[in-house]
Nanobody, 126 residues
Framework: QVQLVESGGGLVQSGDSLRLSCARS????????MGWFRQAPGKEREFVAG????????DYIDSVKGRFTISRDNANNTVYLQMNSLKPEDTAVYYC???????????????????WGQGTQVTVSS
């Protein structure tokens, strides 16, 4: 099994920054693609950012492009989401997700991810 643990969420003001971390343990597959999703109250879970197994390819939803950066440290089995210029509409629970072991390419659909963390709350006040 794979365990994912997110950290770094919190309450910030509009324009502030946060960095989310996702530590992977257990039966780790270093080169599986990883993603960050978020879910706001009353809304469906949505893809935010993804990174390929090697880290060479990334993808973002339009609303976070230029503000968020996803990265990974395969040596330490950790994925990050640097969030700058945060807006109130970024408020949500953020989830880290891992694709199956041999899936090195990014996917934007939650159904293509096999493992999920418990989520970390990000609240941005105006």
């Amino acid at each position: 099994q794979v365990q994912l643990v997110e950290s770094g969420g919190g309450l910030v003001q509009s324009g502030d920054s946060l960095r989310l971390s996702c530590a992977r343990s257990g039966r780790t597959f270093t080169y599986a693609a990883m993603g960050w999703f978020r879910q706001a109250p009353g809304k469906e879970r949505e893809f935010v950012a993804g990174i390929s197994g090697s880290g060479g390819t990334t993808d973002y939803i339009d609303s976070v492009k230029g503000r968020f950066t996803i990265s990974r440290d395969n040596a330490n089995n950790t994925v990050y989401l640097q969030m700058n210029s945060l807006k109130p509409e970024d408020t949500a629970v953020y989830y880290c997700a891992a694709r199956p072991a041999l899936s090195t390419t990014i996917a934007t659909s939650a159904s293509r991810y096999a493992y999920w963390g418990q989520g970390t709350q990000v609240t941005v006040s105006s």
